[in-house]
Structures are given as structure tokens and as C-alpha cells.
């Protein structure tokens, strides 16, 4: 999933960038209102965390921008206004969730969840036959065996099963899954399916991971076993 940070003060948005990368998710940052409305028009979040204090504008107008344009992401505000009266306005204004600085990490990352959970209700565990990936307790099983997975190896593998049957290219994953300093790196996608596969693939007998010639990959159970093309991964990275 897809997060995108708006916070002025770099040291907090380093710091959050990092904690929420390192809970598997892909985060864009912004630190100001019109970095933010330019990255919201462009791309597709699952999530804005949003200060008010803004070097160029007010947040709540960054806000109610967001909500024009379209229904969009869930937003949780993060503000140092602590106000009743802030945080009623705020979230009267169209933000789903407030909460105040100073804060404690594992609180914003419940809320975070929590968020997502409820945008995607049905969306919380995803199966491919005997694949199954529990979205807010972030386990992966297949045939009953717990797989363990790294954050991105997890990141990219719920992308493909929230997307089944559909290809996907390397640049669409490298763009939902990195962050855009990744943009052009896009050979890292097969060293990470050449993880995945052995993790979930390699020991059964119906493999779920096609490779798509010519476009990149997608997840499926076929109906009969299938020729899988090899990773294109290169020496430098093999």
C-alpha cells in the first residue's frame, strides 16, 4: 500500500517515512501544500497523513482540495493543535481520523491500520488457491504453512493478489511498492519475485506466480500446470 506524508519539519517526516517503511508500506513525502496536491492529482494513495501547519497554505485547505477533486484516500491529520475546537473543524472538513502531537509511533500505526482496514472491509485476507495473506495481521500462509516474507516481499506479493489475474508491469510494481527514488530500477522487481517464488512457489506443485512475456508479472492459479519463463535477473544482481 501506498502512503503519502505531508509534514514540514523534515526531522518528523524522516521519522515517519523510516517507521512506516519499515511496516512494509511505500510512502511518498511532501512538505508543502502544493507538493502535496501535485503527488495526490498524480497518484493513487491509500492513505494521507496530513499536518495543518504548513509552510504555504493551511492544511485544511489542503484538505478540502483533496476532497474536491474526488472522493479520495483516507486522511489522518497530524497537528500540534489540540484544540476541541481544531480538531472538530478538521474533521468536520472531511478528515477521518486526528491525532495530536506529540505522539507515540505504535498509536499513528493503529490508526493507520485501522484506516486502511476500513476503506478495504472486505479486502482484510486475500486468496490465491491455497495462498491466503492476512492484510492487517500481515501473515502469509499456503496450504496452512506460515511463510515468512520481508516488508517489500510482502508489499509486492498483496499488490499481485489485490490484483489477481491481472499482469502487472515492473513499473507499476516499483511505483506502488518503492518509493520514487526507485524509479528506473526496475530489474530489483525480478531479484524480489525470485525471493517470492522460492518462498511460495518453488516446494508446491501449482505455481502462482506467472511471468506475463513482454509486460512483467501477475499471480493466478492456472487450471493446468504452465512453462514458467526464468527470472530476467541480471548477473549484477543474481
Known amino acids: 500500500m501506498r502512503l503519502l506524508v505531508v509534514e514540514d519539519e523534515k526531522r518528523i517526516a524522516d521519522f515517519l517515512c523510516r517507521g512506516l517503511e519499515?511496516?512494509?508500506?511505500?510512502?511518498?513525502?511532501?512538505?508543502?501544500?502544493?507538493?502535496?496536491?501535485?503527488?495526490?492529482?498524480s497518484t493513487d494513495y491509500d492513505l494521507v497523513i496530513l499536518d495543518l501547519m504548513l509552510p504555504d497554505m493551511d492544511g485544511i485547505e489542503v484538505l478540502e482540495r483533496i476532497r474536491r477533486a474526488k472522493a479520495g484516500p483516507p486522511v489522518l491529520i497530524l497537528s500540534a493543535r489540540s484544540s476541541l475546537d481544531d480538531r472538530v473543524k478538521g474533521l468536520e472538513q472531511g478528515?477521518?481520523?486526528?491525532?495530536?502531537?506529540?505522539?507515540?509511533?505504535?498509536?499513528?500505526?493503529?490508526?493507520?491500520?485501522?484506516?486502511?482496514?476500513?476503506g478495504q472491509p472486505t479486502l482484510e485476507k486475500l486468496q490465491v488457491a491455497d495462498l491466503a495473506l492476512d492484510c492487517i495481521r500481515r501473515k502469509v500462509t499456503r496450504a496452512a504453512e506460515t511463510i515468512d516474507l520481508a516488508p517489500k516481499e510482502f508489499g509486492i506479493l498483496e499488490y499481485m493478489m489485490r490484483n489477481r489475474g491481472r499482469p502487472l508491469s515492473r513499473t507499476m510494481i516499483v511505483e506502488h511498492v518503492w518509493d520514487m527514488d526507485y524509479d528506473g530500477l526496475t530489474n530489483i522487481?525480478?531479484?524480489?519475485?525470485?525471493?517470492?517464488?522460492?518462498?511460495?512457489d518453488d516446494r508446491f506443485p501449482q505455481k502462482l506466480i506467472q511471468t506475463v512475456r513482454g509486460i512483467g508479472y501477475m499471480i493466478e492459479a492456472p487450471d493446468k500446470p504452465v512453462d514458467r519463463a526464468p527470472d530476467a535477473v541480471s548477473e549484477r544482481q543474481g
Open 22 to 41: 519499515g511496516a512494509g508500506y511505500a510512502v511518498d513525502a511532501a512538505a508543502n501544500g502544493a507538493g502535496a496536491l501535485d503527488l495526490t492529482h
Open 95 to 118: 478528515a477521518d481520523d486526528y491525532l495530536v502531537k506529540p505522539f507515540a509511533f505504535v498509536e499513528l500505526l493503529a490508526r493507520v491500520r485501522a484506516l486502511l482496514r476500513r
Open 189 to 200: 522487481v525480478d531479484v524480489y519475485i525470485r525471493h517470492l517464488r522460492s518462498k511460495i
